[in-house]
């Protein structure tokens, strides 16, 4: 008797269903990254562990999980909104960057402003140079339907090495010792860390975006028109809403939020610019918008999640000599057996007698 596969469209998703793949999903990430551990010549139980306490296990751990959560966050909340409405944003990455070079050239500029002036002007250039580096391809693809996964992802490669060309060229610092860096900046450009710790003023910012996004999908008619545009855009056409602005607006906020994240890094964490200001926090924050089903409280805690694997990452490369590649092969991981799952949630696959 033979037999043929078909696969069938499911008409009803199971929520249960879909809950239920991301936490298999993380657990087949897991036996992954162990199998490519074992590969890498170490002890795969040993290394999970060194990863949590790493990340989790003092106080000093705790606070450097939070340092790498606050970008994520800023960047997660950013592509969530975007993912909304399906607009897929893939260059956080390249707006996160360029959000760090204009936050740059402000402190850079006006070294001597006061900081209740110069810490806002800072904010509001990391911003406006991320939601620029996204207006492009929002221009792009609401004016001539070109594909916004293609242009974003293009433009993040062009923001990585506009910042080296500066930090290489004009900003390079004499006094660096030939290092590819830009002068200091002055103490009121900032952001002020709480205790002794290195976590930032951004960790109030990324708390706040997720409040206010939670607010605007919720309880406002425009949060109501993303959901509708992201679900049936030709029934929102239908329904009197411009599609146009609001790829526009919420590329704008995307891109700022990502913006924000750089402007974050380089006031928080470097105080000057720098090559390698993310260790990929732009597409990391892919992973955390769709592993938290672009729920904005949940992107804080999977930010934070995340942010525990990266600093796991660091320690076992210290202690263990293992690369810190194997960090970013289990996040990769996670997001291709997500997606993975989520063909299984939408589709049957049955075995059907010819």
Not at 13 to 37: M, R, V
Not at 145 to 158: A, R
Not at 239 to 255: L, P, Q, R, T, Y
Request: hydrophobic residues 55%; glycine residues 10%; positive net charge.
């Amino acid at each position: 008797m033979k037999y043929s596969i078909r696969i069938e469209e499911r008409l009803y998703p199971s929520k249960i269903a879909s809950y239920l793949n991301i936490f298999l999903s993380i657990i087949f990430a897991l036996i992954f990254g162990a199998i490519i551990i074992l590969i890498a010549g170490a002890n795969p139980i040993k290394s999970y562990q060194a990863i949590f306490m790493g990340a989790f296990g003092s106080r000093y751990s705790l606070s450097e999980t939070l340092v790498k959560a606050i970008p994520l966050m800023l960047c997660g909340i950013g592509v969530a909104i975007a993912f909304k409405m399906i607009l897929w944003n893939i260059g956080a990455e390249g707006q996160l960057h360029i959000g760090a070079f204009t936050a740059s050239w402000v402190a850079l500029t006006f070294p001597h402003l006061p900081i209740y002036i110069l810490l806002p002007l800072m904010i509001l250039a990391g911003f406006i140079g991320g939601a620029f580096w996204a207006l492009i391809p929002a221009i792009l693809k609401a004016a001539l339907k070109v594909n916004e996964i293609i242009t974003t992802l293009l433009m993040n490669y062009i923001a990585i090495l506009w910042v080296y060309y500066f930090v290489y060229g004009p900003w390079r610092d004499p006094k660096g010792y030939g290092f590819p860096l830009s002068a200091p900046f002055s103490a009121s450009a900032q952001l002020p860390r709480f205790g002794n710790s290195r976590v930032h003023l951004g960790l109030v910012f990324g708390i706040l975006a997720a409040i206010i996004l939670f607010f605007v999908l919720k309880r406002t008619k425009w949060g109501y028109e993303i959901k509708v545009i992201g679900e049936n855009p030709e029934a929102a056409k239908y329904a009197g809403i411009n599609i146009f602005k609001n790829i526009i607006i919420v590329m704008i906020i995307s891109g700022g939020l990502a913006g924000l994240a750089g402007m974050c890094e380089v006031s928080g964490i470097t105080r000057r610019l720098q090559p390698a200001i993310s260790p990929g926090y732009g597409y990391t924050a892919i992973i955390i918008a769709w592993l938290s089903k672009l729920n904005p409280w949940v992107i804080i805690l999977v930010s934070f999640l995340f942010g525990g694997l990266l600093v796991g990452g660091d320690q076992i490369q210290m202690t263990m000599g293992l690369p810190l590649a194997i960090a970013h092969i289990i996040q990769g991981a996670i997001l291709f057996f997500i997606l993975g799952g989520e063909i299984l949630n939408k589709y049957k696959v049955r075995l059907v007698k010819k």
